[in-house]
């Protein structure tokens, strides 16, 4: 079991750059790929990235490649996302989630609002 918390949504404008955090519980972080969804309003639950258990082989969705870079940090329990050249579309609650092998979507943090004007 983990429990997952995310921070560092809010708001911010167009082109410009967050970093939200996952804080993750228990000491086998190492254990879980980590991944990041979002859902806009009105629409479904979008994957956004995901990394393996020690970092090594990232994925991204392909609406976000080259402006977002998720990463990992086990020593500290924590995944992380970084977002460049934020855009309006980016708009959307950003979910964390771990998974018990390679796969992500076991288990999910409460969101966090990212909100980018135009």
């Known amino acids: 079991q983990v429990q997952l918390v995310e921070s560092g949504g809010g708001l911010v404008q167009a082109g410009g750059s967050l970093r939200l955090s996952c804080a993750a519980s228990?000491?086998?972080?190492?254990?879980?790929?980590m991944g990041w969804f979002r859902q806009a309003p009105g629409k479904g639950r979008e994957f956004v990235a995901r990394?393996?258990?020690?970092?090594?082989?990232?994925y991204y969705a392909d609406s976000v490649k080259g402006r977002f870079t998720i990463s990992r940090d086990n020593a500290k329990n924590t995944a992380y996302l970084q977002m460049n050249s934020l855009k309006p579309e980016d708009t959307a609650v950003y979910y964390c989630s771990a998974g018990d092998g390679v796969r992500v979507g076991d288990y999910w943090g409460q969101g966090t609002q990212v909100t980018v004007s135009s």
């Open positions: 990394i393996s258990r020690i970092g090594t082989m990232a």
């Open positions: 228990g000491r086998t972080f190492s254990r879980y790929a």
